[in-house]
């Protein structure tokens, strides 16, 4: 089992010095998410080869690995223009993880709720193209559902990466994201089973509580979605249910600290990810 920091509180932290930064935190893998000169999100890549380069001997001369990378773009949108630019994005985005090395990418369905029907239509005509890119390069890619995406409900997003039928596609469960996804851990990694082998790590307030009153967006009839990705214990995640459930189902993938409210103290919070998730590892395992 992988536990790997997604580094976003550190993101103007020079990429050079990340792999020293985090092997300080006490970290062996990075999951090396969106940041303005390697891969912003819904652009184009902005690293070039050489830089991959000598990034690439940082982490190795840090004792650091890349777990997965994870790029953002609207590859479902419903504008077709902007999903063939997604498209583009993601060749050279999984160019970029076959030089470093890396055999798994993660992402998000990335399309609009409200045009649930079209946005499905062009996540299979995307995924039609990449599939067979992500094969070749043995590379797999590993969805989550998402607050104000067209496949919200874990359930659902489990049944379509099953419908995109190749050994390619996995499932990632979002922990902060659990009570927008159904609130169902146990039957959403019960219904995953073997599909299920990354899970993202952070807090996050339960927004059906106190009558939906947990929390307050104005004005009342927004469609707005809202969640946090806190340190584990700040908010009102199961987390023994949540390792329970991963326990029960054989669960042996990467674990991803995703804090990004605690800038502040990012390198306290960071830490404490580590001793916690470790701590439930144990306890569980």
Partial sequence: MKIALDPTMFRHTPLLELPKLVAGLGYEWIELSPREDVLPFFRHPRIDDD?????RRELD???VGIASVLPLYRWSGPDEEEREAAVRYWKR?????SLLGVEVMVSEFNGRPEQSSRSEGKFFKSMAELLPI??????TITLEPHPDDFVEDGHVAVDMIRGLNSP???????APHTFHMGGDAPGIMRRAGELLTHVHLADSFDHTASSGL???VNPPDSTARVHQHLDIGEGDVDWDELF????????????TA??????????DSSEHMLEKTSEFIRKHW
């Fill in 244 to 255: 329970g459930s991963l326990r029960e189902i054989g669960f042996d993938g990467t674990m």
């Fill in 258 to 267: 995703a804090v990004f409210g605690n800038e502040h103290r990012a390198r």
């Fill in 61 to 63: 001369a840090a004792g």
């Fill in 51 to 55: 830089m991959l380069r000598k990034f």
């Fill in 168 to 174: 390619n596609a996995r499932f990632l469960y979002c």
């Fill in 134 to 139: 992500f094969e070749r390069e043995g590379i």
């Fill in 214 to 216: 947990r929390y307050i």
């Fill in 93 to 97: 985005a999984i160019e970029i993880t």
